[in-house]
């Protein structure tokens, strides 16, 4: 921490001191700049400015005095963490971009640069320079300020070499290709091999190369590296100079000097290259040069072999496709390399491969000729198909010609023979045209046509041809067959040198029977309605038994019990039949129903069905959902009961008319007989019943009023006609319908006065 000044300032302003005295000076401002950080005599830490801190102090008189804090933090510089440069490598007096990176600058500081030490004069000032160098360099920078200097943070920047001069160039040897060998000589026959040789003395740098160049320094590159193989063909100068990352060195040359030989042939032309067998062209040199001494000479077949003539032009005469070759023979430096030329010669050599021989039902396309394009010609041919029919049975020639585009033309003759096809069966026919499964039947075939070629009869089942093959005999004109399905069967004409003929077939009917019937359900009662008879397998067939007529049973005339329902079912000569039995039950029978009346505090309507007949146990569903029997609490409404048996037989009894008055009777249960011609007389009207009877008790059990008509009014008064209090006493009502069972029904009734 740097602390730049600390002055503390008192004002004129007197207090008391702890001694009496008035003569204490008791404020003052402490004056301080700072780096970074203060703590101050009131021991806090300050990091920022600050001008409202207070401290007391008190001297040795008892006197108070008060400072005031004056701060100005000034910051530190923060060390930089490397130094980036724009390139790592540079061409000398190349510029080179560098820059600081990481840290900061603190209060009035700056980055400072310097070259090879972190001392000295320093070459440059801020976050990013820009240096120009002629040889490697080390770079160093650091933030300078007024409260300090940073670390320095450094980079190299190396140079490239610029150029390397080449010392030399030197012939360093030559080929010479009769012994094989390297050797150097002052002066080279035209197209000889020559390897060159650039020297140098100093360390070769990565990124340079020698490139070479003819005749010119700079002109198209010939070649690169150390050494270079040239073919001059007349005398020629050679340069060489090194080529790097930052520029290229002068040019070293060296002159190669050729002797008067002869130049090797670029090419051969030829007035006619495609011609027949029997035709010429003439093959004449193409570049070249002839030294002085030297001759053409031309070769056919290989390159100095079979000898064809001199000059700079030859006519020749191939029966065949040949390859000519021409060079210079003699002069200084003996023979050149040949060039060469193909010259091709057509000789169609027509040919055609053999033809089979041929049935006359069969045209088929010609072709087997080669080369491939020509036409066909002959007895029988059209547009290059044969048709044995119109060419007939017997031996012919046909002839295939061939033209190319050089119009030249060849043929061949191809040999063909016409054989008779085998002749077609005529007629076929059975014994049996339909058998049932497991019997056989005979198939005849009309021989009056005839077999040739060493042909036979084939028989198939199934299919003609790819079907099973089931007999295969010379003479055969017969065969037994026991198909277990229906079968189709086959006979043609096969064998010899000819295709088979046609087909003549015939079908055989298998009828399998496996009748069947299903079984039937049982039957409640006689009166059951008749029915249509079904279940029999294959559809079709006849119904026969007890109760049957057209195919329709009937239970009433069939009778209870159990009976046999026979199917037979008939196919071509086949029958078949299946048996299943019929059971007819006796049906429960409904006789009668009957209601009852319960009383109103124990229920309501009970309806009670009675059933005879039928096999026990029974069953009772009701349309209302009950399974009961009797039904119980039934409502104002009819109903419908199903009944069953054990035999799951059904009767059904409908229409059951309940009426809601057998139910419970609305008794009123108050009225008070105090002659305010209000509710003074208790009222009943039961007109609706046959016949009525009501009797009311008192609490103790003794009787107090009766009455026996259908319409009974009671005043409240007692047997004897004496009026009773007002108390709660009982009545019994006994009601007797048109229809039905009596009806008896208890309740209170409650006299009030």
């Given amino acids: 921490m740097h602390k730049f000044s600390i002055i503390i300032l008192f004002f004129g302003t007197f207090f008391h001191c702890k001694n009496g005295t008035s003569q204490c000076n008791n404020t003052g401002t402490d004056l301080q700049t700072v780096c970074d950080s203060l703590v101050w005599i009131d021991g806090v830490t300050y990091t920022i400015d600050n001008n409202t801190a207070t401290h007391t102090l008190t001297n040795i008189a008892g006197c108070d005095s008060i400072v005031t804090l004056d701060l100005t933090i000034k910051n530190s510089s923060l060390n930089p963490s490397a130094v980036i440069s724009s390139e790592n490598e540079v061409c000398p007096n190349n510029d080179v971009y560098l820059n600081v990176d990481g840290g900061s600058l603190g209060t009035n500081s700056q980055w400072v640069w310097y070259k090879d030490s972190c001392s000295g004069i320093s070459i440059d000032t801020g976050s990013s320079i820009v240096v120009t160098q002629s040889s490697n360099t080390t770079y160093f920078v650091r933030a300078e300020g007024?409260?300090?200097?940073?670390?320095?943070?450094?980079?190299?920047?190396?140079?490239?070499?610029?150029?390397?001069?080449?010392?030399?160039?030197s012939i360093d040897s030559t080929f010479n290709s009769i012994d094989s060998t390297w050797s150097i000589i002052d002066t080279v026959c035209p197209q000889s091999a020559v390897k060159l040789f650039a020297h140098f003395s100093d360390t070769f740098p990565q990124g340079y190369t020698i490139t070479w160049y003819e005749n010119s320094c700079g002109a198209s590159s010939i070649g690169l590296?150390?050494?270079?193989?040239?073919?001059?063909?007349?005398?020629?100068?050679?340069?060489?100079?090194?080529?790097?990352?930052?520029?290229?060195?002068?040019?070293?040359?060296?002159?190669?000097?050729?002797k008067d030989g002869s130049i090797s042939p670029t090419g051969i032309s030829a007035s006619s290259n495609n011609f027949c067998a029997g035709g010429s062209s003439t093959l004449s040199v193409v570049g070249g040069q002839l030294g002085i001494g030297a001759s053409w000479g031309w070769?056919?077949?290989?390159?100095g072999t079979n000898f064809q003539g001199s000059g700079s032009s030859i006519t020749v005469t191939p029966n065949a496709t040949t390859m000519y070759y021409v060079r210079a023979n003699g002069g200084a430096c003996g023979a050149t390399s040949c060039a060469e030329i193909l010259i091709n010669t057509y000789d169609l050599n027509v040919y055609h491969s053999p033809i089979d021989s041929t049935c006359e039902s069969s045209p088929f396309i010609l072709q087997g000729g080669f080369p491939e394009g020509g036409t066909y010609s002959g007895t029988g041919v059209s547009d290059s198909i044969f048709d044995p029919i119109i060419a007939g049975v017997g031996n012919h020639v046909i002839t295939y010609s061939f033209s190319d585009i050089n119009n030249c033309t060849d043929s061949a003759l191809i040999p063909i023979v016409v054989l008779e096809d085998n002749i077609d069966p005529h007629t076929i026919s059975a014994n049996l045209y339909e058998i049932c499964d497991g019997n056989s039947s005979t198939i005849i075939l009309d021989t009056s046509n005839h077999l040739i070629n060493g042909s036979q009869f084939f028989w198939y089942s199934g299919s003609c041809g790819t079907g099973s093959l089931i007999d295969s005999t010379t003479i055969s004109n017969q065969i037994t067959v026991s198909p277990n399905s229906t079968s189709?069967?086959?006979?043609?004409?096969?064998?010899?040198?000819?295709?088979?003929?046609?087909?003549?077939?015939?079908?055989?009917?298998?009828?399998?029977?496996?009748?069947h019937l299903s079984e039937f359900d049982d039957i409640c009662g006689e009166d059951y309605p008749v029915f249509e008879l079904n279940g029999g397998s294959?559809?079709?067939?006849?119904?026969?038994g007890v109760g049957v007529e057209n195919g329709v049973f009937n239970p009433k005339s069939a009778g209870v019990g159990n009976h046999n329902i026979t199917y037979t079912y008939s196919l071509g000569p086949c029958v078949a039949s299946d048996v299943e039995p019929i059971q007819i039950n006796n049906s429960p029978l409904l006789v009668n129903y009957s209601i009852e009346q319960e009383t109103c505090f124990e229920g309501g309507i009970m309806i009670h069905g009675h059933v005879r007949n039928g096999v026990g146990y029974y069953g009772y569903e009701w349309s209302d959902g009950s399974l009961e029997n009797p039904l119980t609490y039934a409502e104002n409404t009819t109903y419908d009961v199903l009944v069953s048996d054990a035999n799951d037989c059904y009767t059904l009894l409908d229409n059951i008319q309940v009426d809601i008055s057998l139910s419970c009777i609305e008794m009123p249960n108050t009225?008070?007989?105090?002659?305010?011609?209000?509710?003074?007389?208790?009222?009943?009207?039961?007109?609706?019943?046959?016949?009525?009877?009501i009797i009311v008790f008192n609490k103790w059990g003794n009787l107090v009023w009766e009455d026996y008509t259908t319409f009974p009014q009671w005043d409240g008064t007692s047997l004897d006609n004496s009026a009773l209090p007002s108390a709660t006493y009982y009545y019994v009502l006994k009601l007797t319908p048109f229809t039905g069972d009596p009806i008896e029904q208890t309740g209170p009734i409650t006299i009030i006065r």
């Fill in 538 to 544: 294959p559809s079709g067939g006849v119904f026969s």
């Fill in 146 to 169: 007024e409260c300090n200097n940073t670390n320095c943070e450094n980079i190299t920047v190396n140079n490239f070499p610029y150029f390397i001069e080449l010392d030399s160039i």
């Fill in 299 to 303: 070769y056919k077949g290989s390159c």
């Fill in 225 to 258: 590296g150390d050494s270079i193989i040239v073919y001059p063909d007349s005398n020629t100068t050679y340069y060489a100079r090194v080529i790097g990352t930052c520029g290229a060195s002068l040019c070293k040359n060296i002159s190669v000097y050729t």
């Fill in 488 to 515: 189709n069967y086959f006979v043609r004409s096969e064998g010899g040198l000819c295709p088979a003929s046609n087909c003549i077939g015939i079908t055989i009917d298998v009828y399998t029977l496996e009748t």
């Fill in 671 to 693: 009225f008070s007989p105090n002659s305010d011609g209000l509710n003074d007389i208790w009222k009943l009207d039961f007109t609706n019943y046959n016949a009525a009877e």
